[in-house]
């Protein structure tokens, strides 16, 4: 209606001009008629003048209208195709992040290892999962190991079975360890982990004791070596081919060898092969 309003207000003023023209304006004088005709005008122009506008305004709104529904038709055909490429690109979760995330809802449960040599005679904790999906299992000083020691595996080189056994949510089975093992000395929990005067320290000489386990019907073997100390002094480790690694003096390895071989035994293997090579502090080893 602006618009309107602009154009009557320039018609007008023309005809201001006009009529204010002297010879015009003498005419218009002696003919009283157009005195009608003059005022009329603006009366008649304004309905022209404001349908042109509304057809006007109406024309552009059904413009505004179309442009508005094809806009959001491109963008809806925008957001399907960016759904399709980010679908297409998203990286597809591996068989070591599935692992992770399993082990992960387990945090601090005690798990049931095998490998393939055997099944570990303990049962060590589940301690910590990195982004990087490598998990440190954890077996404190207890009854089955007078030291403590970890093992970190990539989760992409674990079977995990999720069937309980006992107390032990999950069942793994390594494939291939990350790293060398680690030996923690005495500790009893995880978070002991960085006390350094709690790392003894072995110095491996001769063979003490030694045996190995075959089960009928498997290829499978196991065995038990115990090394004295190259000191002579009443200091033995007792090395497991099935992980464990532990250090006492001659009474605490016997027991401690004992206890491997009851495993070894359960689990249904056979000594097959044994022997000593002596020394000043015996063993008691059946």
């Not at 055997?118 to 982004?131: L, N, Q, Y």
Request: glycine share 6%; hydrophobic share 40%.
């Amino acid at each position: 209606m602006k618009r309107v309003f602009a154009i009557t207000v320039v018609v007008v003023l023309v005809f201001v001009v006009v009529l204010l023209h002297s010879a015009i304006k003498d005419f218009l004088w002696t003919h009283p008629w157009w005195h009608s005709l003059l005022l009329a005008v603006p009366t008649i122009a304004l309905p022209i003048l404001a349908y042109f506008e509304l057809r006007h305004s109406s024309e552009a709104n059904t413009l505004r209208a179309r442009i508005a529904n094809l806009t959001a038709e491109l963008d809806a055909e925008r957001n399907k195709h960016l759904q399709q490429i980010a679908k297409n690109t998203e990286k597809p979760v591996t068989q070591a992040e599935r692992n992770a995330n399993t082990l992960r809802r387990h945090l601090r449960a005690k798990v049931t290892v095998s490998e393939e040599h055997g099944t570990w005679a303990s049962t060590p904790e589940i301690v910590e999962v990195t982004d990087d999906n490598i998990v440190t299992l954890f077996t404190p000083r207890d009854y089955s190991s007078s030291a403590a020691w970890c093992v970190k595996v990539h989760c992409g080189e674990l079977e995990i079975t999720d069937i309980p056994q006992g107390s032990c949510p999950l069942r793994l089975k390594v494939l291939k360890r990350y790293g060398s093992d680690v030996q923690l000395g005495e500790i009893t929990k995880w978070e002991d982990r960085f006390q350094q005067a709690a790392k003894p320290t072995f110095a491996k000489g001769g063979t003490a004791y030694h045996a190995t386990y075959s089960k009928p019907g498997s290829p499978e073997r196991r065995s038990l070596n115990v090394y004295a100390s190259s000191d002579g002094a009443n200091s033995f480790l007792v090395e497991a081919s099935t992980g464990e690694r532990v250090i006492g003096d001659n009474k605490e390895i016997s027991k401690r060898f004992m206890v491997l071989q009851i495993e070894y035994l359960a689990a249904g293997f056979g000594r097959s092969s044994a022997g000593t090579g002596g020394g000043p502090h015996p063993l008691f080893i059946c």
